[in-house]
């Protein structure tokens, strides 16, 4: 079984700039949950995909998107990169269909905006 | 709305001892209540989770008991290891949707 993956693993962008961080599910899971998580904080979540379509949303801005592909991958696309945008972005997978409710999450991706 | 309060760290203790990491919550309804794990350097790992009141999560010698009468989900392990040295994430999952509510996280430094 193979676990979830993220890429990259670390990314170093300038204000003002687009990034793309992408991730991949765990086998059978259908779910796709974004989190972002500042130095010393616990993860925020930013929102949820099911069956490629938004499933809920946390409070950040329209500039942070997302897709979910047939093979229930996602992406996490930000525009206009913020300073404070600077953190670990984290991935998680799990299935509703099967009902399995514990999201399992992958490495992240450390972004580091100047 | 939903929230999650842990104990602030850093903890520090020395080996073999006994730890408790205090986690409350507010929630609507009863939700489902997680522990994950943050090794330096790596992503979060689930350690153990409880779905339903009295319900009691245990993994690597840690457990927690799911206490609707106190909304607590307090992480105990009878004698600690140096490679328990982490950050430990408390959250609940909404019953609304998915989403997970999380802790500020506790900082556990085990000294040999």
């Known amino acids: 079984e193979t676990g979830v993956t993220q890429s990259p693993t670390h990314l170093i962008k300038t204000r003002g700039q687009q990034v793309t961080l992408r991730c991949s599910s765990q086998s059978g899971h259908n779910t796709v949950s974004w989190y972002q998580q500042a130095l010393g904080q616990g993860p925020q979540f930013i929102f949820q995909?099911?069956?490629?379509?938004?499933?809920g949303r946390g409070n950040f801005p329209p500039r942070f998107s997302g897709l979910q592909f047939p093979n229930y991958s996602s992406e996490l696309n930000v525009n206009a990169l913020e300073l404070d945008d600077s953190a670990l972005y984290l991935c998680?997978?799990?299935?509703?269909?099967?009902?399995?409710?514990?999201?399992?999450f992958g490495p992240g991706t450390r972004l580091l905006v100047l | 709305g939903d929230s999650v309060t842990q104990m602030e760290g850093p903890v520090t203790l020395s080996e073999e001892a006994f730890l408790t990491i205090n986690c409350t919550y507010t929630a609507t309804g009863y939700p489902s209540l997680f522990w994950y794990v943050q090794y330096p350097g790596e992503g979060l790992q689930l350690l153990l989770k409880a779905t339903k009141a009295d319900d009691k999560g245990s993994n690597k010698g840690f457990e927690a008991t799911y206490r609707k009468e106190t909304t607590s989900f307090h992480l105990e392990k009878g004698s600690v290891q140096v490679s328990d040295s982490a950050v430990y994430f408390c959250?609940?999952?909404?019953?609304?949707?998915?989403?997970?509510?999380w802790g500020a996280g506790t900082k556990l430094i085990i000294k040999p």
């Open positions: 998680a997978s799990s299935s509703k269909d099967l009902l399995q409710e514990t999201q399992y």
């Open positions: 995909y099911y069956r490629e379509e938004e499933n």
């Open positions: 959250a609940l999952r909404s019953i609304s949707n998915y989403q997970l509510i």
